[in-house]
């Protein structure tokens, strides 16, 4: 294993680590998302860059964007 895939493991630790500990949705999603980056970079290290494309698609930006959106909508209920 090369010192950049431990590397990319030790950041997918990191960020994972992070998003559990978040307690604020709102961080919590950014946090989720730079997850989703971190995870995709592990892919491309590894040697799937299909994979890859399809984490930034889905993990770093459609899961945060829909989650951002319904906090949102339960902001403007609270109201």
Same mark, same amino acid.
């Given at each position: 294993?090369?010192? +950049?895939?431990?590397?990319?493991? @030790?950041?997918?630790?990191?960020?994972?680590?992070?998003?559990?500990?978040?307690? $604020?949705?709102?961080?919590?999603?950014? !946090?989720?998302?730079?997850?989703? +980056? @971190? +995870?995709?970079?592990?892919?491309?290290?590894?040697? @799937?860059?299909? !994979?890859?494309?399809?984490?930034?698609?889905?993990?770093?930006?459609?899961?945060?964007?829909?989650?951002?959106?319904?906090?949102?909508?339960?902001? $403007? $209920? $609270?109201?």
């Amino acid at each position: 294993m090369t010192v +950049l895939q431990l590397a990319a493991l @030790a950041v997918v630790a990191i960020a994972g680590t992070v998003t559990v500990f978040v307690r $604020e949705p709102l961080r919590q999603t950014v !946090v989720a998302g730079f997850l989703g +980056l @971190a +995870l995709a970079i592990l892919f491309l290290v590894f040697g @799937a860059p299909d !994979v890859a494309l399809s984490q930034i698609v889905v993990a770093t930006v459609a899961v945060p964007v829909m989650v951002l959106l319904a906090l949102a909508k339960l902001r $403007e $209920e $609270e109201r």
